[in-house]
């Protein structure tokens, strides 16, 4: 065990990164099948920055601080969560790609950050992707010294590695406060710089981009369930791996498909269709949308959807979605259940919604908001098809909702039985071929590397331009 846990490339990182703590070992411990080792710095990487940082709100007020992660400047949306723990989750989770995500809880980064191990299916063990998702870290205070048994490295080791700046110092109270009463807002994060008025046309707002289309994978890929029967489609809108896990985990096998995959041409392979969490606008997967619409006129297969996945089906519905103020980011949001009068502590990230006003008459509200009165949820008449707009799968807790799992993979056990009294003969189980074929894991999916400086990057290509016609 003691060799295990102070592994040579573990006890080098920590040297390198010039932290005064002792190593600790736990001899009660249990990391079995839990790999140590660095992960591999990636190509965008740099040195940890320490430099003067200044954290800028278009139009709003300018908060310096100092740098503690990659040396680099970035803008992206502002958002605020105020989760006490789980940053690590958090800071991997697709739903965050394009957005510089500020906390409210003091100190962050006490607890280090985990290696890269996956689980017994494949599934990344303590992240929520492979990468960093959210283009910028702002923290009041950063703990450089960490402790817990699965870490492996420091906050600011993380964000270096991975190319993401971040900025601590700074008065997060008076960010939150000025984001809940204007909303959010475009920012950007700038490394060694004083502020300059005139770059604040620079800002890029990431909800004008197609977010889903950089997350979700671009070719299918299968994750076996060893102890079930039933085979669940995923559309992979830049789906959690505890998503999959908790599908997995229940018994369903599951091949995810891109986004923008016309689901209703295999659904008849599959016992199921799962629509997952992603980022940005839901407008923007209008051809989802159509599948999807396809799918419910032509198919009895039950469907489950989260967050991003219930704004898609509610527009497939024929519902429309509207932009929150400044979202809901915690894991502490109280949802009703309008079918028990029960309520749930939930985790949530979004900043878009379903309008409940505009529900077609075979639908109905499933779940409500206590905080703001938002919808939470819907649910068909009917059928079997609902979706919440919360997390009842939360890595980070509370687990309140997970029963929704069940509930859902219920109602896939259900249809497969119907469809086998009809075609005895129908296997929906993936082939052995299949699951040698398919990829274990996303494909084709690029890490997150800020949302550059697009009118420094036009500013260089001009000077590059003239020197060449200056030659």
């Given amino acids: 065990m003691l060799s295990r846990l102070c592994r040579p490339a573990v006890l080098d990182s ?29 190509p965008r990487a740099t040195p940890i920055s320490h430099d003067r940082a200044t954290f800028t709100i278009r139009d709003g007020p ?60 494949g599934l990344l063990r303590y992240f929520e992707s492979p990468h960093l998702q959210a283009v910028g870290v702002v923290v009041a205070d950063v703990a450089e010294q960490y402790s817990h048994w ?19 110092g700074v008065d997060t109270r008076a960010i939150v406060t000025y984001l809940r009463e204007r909303g959010s807002s475009l920012a950007r ?67 995810a498909f891109p986004y923008d995959y016309p689901i209703h041409k295999v659904a008849h392979h599959f016992d199921g269709v799962f629509i997952s969490n992603g980022p940005g606008d839901p407008t923007h997967c209008q051809d989802t949308v159509h599948y999807l619409q396809k799918l419910m006129e032509t198919s009895q297969i039950p469907i489950f959807g989260i967050c991003l996945g219930h704004q898609l089906l509610g527009l497939a519905s024929g519902a429309k979605t509207i932009k929150l103020k400044y979202g809901n980011r915690a894991h502490n949001i109280p949802a ?13 990230n979004h900043g ?27 649910i068909h008449k009917s059928r079997p098809i609902f979706g919440t707009q919360f997390h009842p799968e939360a890595r980070g807790g509370p687990l309140d ?21 009809f075609q005895p003969s129908r296997e929906s189980r993936p082939s052995q071929m299949l699951v040698d074929l398919l990829a274990k894991e996303r494909v084709g999916v690029a890490p997150t590397t800020g949302m550059a400086n697009i009118a420094n990057a036009a500013r260089a290509s001009a000077a590059r331009a003239s020197a060449a016609a200056a030659a």
Avoid at 101 to 107: A, G
């Fill in 62 to 121: 300018v908060f310096s601080g100092k740098s503690f992660g990659a040396k680099s400047n970035v803008s992206g949306e502002a958002v605020f969560t105020t989760s006490l723990v789980g940053y690590p989750e958090s800071l991997t989770d697709p739903s965050y790609r394009g957005q510089i995500l500020v906390f409210t809880q003091p100190l962050i980064g006490n607890y280090g950050v985990p290696s890269s191990a996956r689980d017994e299916n």
């Fill in 189 to 255: 994060i700038t490394i060694g710089e004083e502020y300059d008025a005139d770059q604040d046309e620079a800002f890029i707002d990431p909800e004008q981009i197609n977010l889903v289309h950089k997350v979700s994978t671009k070719a299918p890929f299968h994750v076996s369930s060893p102890n079930g029967n039933v085979h669940v489609a995923v559309i992979d809108c830049g789906v959690k791996e505890n998503i999959l896990r908790s599908l997995v985990s229940r018994g369903a096998s599951v091949t």
């Fill in 14 to 42: 920590l040297k390198a990164s010039r932290l005064s703590r002792p190593v600790r070992v736990r001899s009660l411990a249990t990391v079995e099948n839990t790999p140590r080792q660095m992960p591999d710095a990636r």
């Fill in 401 to 421: 909702s997970s029963y929704l799992f069940d509930t859902y993979l219920d109602s896939v056990q259900k249809y497969k039985d119907s469809q086998a009294q």
């Fill in 150 to 168: 699965t870490a492996v490295e420091s906050l600011s080791q993380w964000c270096a590695r991975e190319g993401v700046p971040a900025i601590s």
């Fill in 352 to 378: 878009y919604a379903i309008d409940a006003s505009t529900l077609k008459d075979d639908w109905k509200e499933y779940f409500i908001n206590l905080n703001d009165s938002s919808n939470e949820g819907i």
């Fill in 336 to 348: 009703l259940d309008l079918s028990t009068g029960r309520c749930h502590i939930t985790s949530q």
